[in-house]
């Protein structure tokens, strides 16, 4: 039984600060040690619940977070960018699941760094009229994929966010939201405890849990943080301007809408 790892860092048990998700600074050495520590818990519970094959994918940021010669010899691990999916690269159809670590709340809600994507570009995205966060963005492509999300890790508003798109799948809560930056968190210890007993379960119960399915036509809106940024994304060809600061596209898979959305992201540099 092969299992895929989706890991973000601003979910983790005691990740509360931008400048935690920064590399250069020892405040991000000390969040991707907990980052690592989650994902090795993550694998020896899959390992535990029956998996044969693990791999691992660093999605945070820069992609090179995850300490390697710390990561369990039981799995894989892809790290670096950029991507062509990004944040699920290397999944494929015969993973029997996806496990989304260290995940968050989507951009414009109450969770812990809450963000979609890039927080400096992207206000709010919708997808066929409902908004969506990372869950919901890489969830679906896993999904078109035939594949489910069986676990998901982070605070209690990602928890909510995802409960009713993904029927079924383990949800471990390691932390509770005060503000953006602020949050009641599980020990590290206690949170690696919870997300092995978890990914245990996940895996046990993989074959009950449905994949979350978006269906085509894709109809994704886009609101910017600027008009300046609205202005540059309009000029991407596809792209149609439906505000000051929101543009719209059509596409036929989530594959599409992903590389798309991370297109704009990485446009968005030119005005940082």
Same mark, same amino acid.
């Given at each position: 039984? !092969? %299992?895929?790892?989706?890991?973000?860092?601003? #979910?983790?048990? $005691?990740?509360?600060? +931008?400048?935690? &998700?920064?590399? @250069?600074?020892?405040?991000?050495?000390?969040?991707?040690?907990?980052?690592?520590?989650?994902?090795?818990?993550?694998?020896?519970?899959?390992?535990?619940?029956?998996?044969?094959?693990?791999?691992?994918?660093?999605?945070?940021?820069?992609?090179?977070?995850?300490?390697?010669?710390?990561?369990?010899?039981?799995?894989?691990?892809?790290?670096?960018?950029?991507?062509?999916?990004?944040?699920?690269?290397?999944?494929?159809?015969?993973?029997?699941?996806?496990?989304?670590?260290?995940?968050?709340?989507?951009?414009?809600?109450?969770?812990?760094?809450?963000?979609?994507?890039?927080?400096?570009?992207?206000? !709010? %995205?919708?997808?066929?009229?409902?908004?969506? #966060?990372?869950? $919901?963005?890489?969830? +679906?492509?896993? &999904?078109?994929? @035939?594949?489910?999300?069986?676990?998901?890790?982070?605070?209690?508003?990602?928890?909510?966010?995802?409960?009713?798109?993904?029927?079924?799948?383990?949800?471990?809560?390691?932390?509770?939201?005060?503000?953006?930056?602020?949050?009641?968190?599980?020990?590290?210890?206690?949170?690696?405890?919870?997300?092995?007993?978890?990914?245990?379960?996940?895996?046990?119960?993989?074959k009950e849990i449905k994949p979350f399915r978006v269906l085509p036509p894709i109809?994704?809106?886009?609101?910017?943080?600027s008009v300046p940024l609205a202005d540059l994304m309009s000029l991407m060809p596809?792209?149609?301007?439906?505000?000051?600061?929101?543009?719209?596209?059509?596409?036929?898979?989530?594959?599409?809408?992903?590389?798309?959305?991370?297109?704009?992201?990485?446009?968005?540099?030119?005005?940082?």
């Amino acid at each position: 039984m !092969r %299992i895929y790892i989706s890991s973000d860092i601003e #979910g983790v048990a $005691g990740v509360v600060d +931008g400048e935690q &998700g920064r590399p @250069g600074n020892a405040e991000h050495e000390r969040a991707r040690r907990l980052m690592t520590q989650e994902v090795n818990a993550a694998i020896a519970g899959a390992a535990e619940g029956g998996a044969t094959e693990i791999l691992v994918n660093d999605s945070h940021g820069p992609m090179r977070n995850l300490i390697i010669e710390d990561i369990d010899s039981r799995a894989r691990l892809i790290s670096g960018k950029p991507k062509p999916v990004s944040m699920m690269e290397g999944l494929s159809s015969d993973y029997a699941g996806v496990f989304a670590l260290g995940y968050h709340a989507r951009a414009g809600s109450h969770g812990i760094l809450a963000h979609t994507i890039n927080g400096f570009a992207f206000a !709010r %995205i919708t997808v066929n009229g409902t908004d969506f #966060g990372e869950s $919901g963005l890489y969830g +679906g492509y896993a &999904g078109e994929l @035939g594949v489910p999300v069986i676990l998901f890790s982070g605070d209690d508003c990602l928890k909510a966010e995802v409960s009713p798109l993904f029927v079924g799948a383990e949800i471990v809560e390691v932390k509770r939201v005060i503000m953006n930056t602020a949050a009641e968190s599980m020990t590290p210890k206690a949170a690696r405890e919870a997300i092995k007993a978890g990914a245990a379960r996940a895996v046990a119960r993989a074959k009950e849990i449905k994949p979350f399915r978006v269906l085509p036509p894709i109809n994704v809106r886009v609101e910017l943080n600027s008009v300046p940024l609205a202005d540059l994304m309009s000029l991407m060809p596809g792209n149609e301007r439906t505000a000051p600061r929101a543009v719209s596209f059509t596409a036929g898979s989530m594959r599409m809408v992903i590389r798309t959305l991370n297109t704009m992201s990485a446009m968005s540099f030119m005005l940082r």
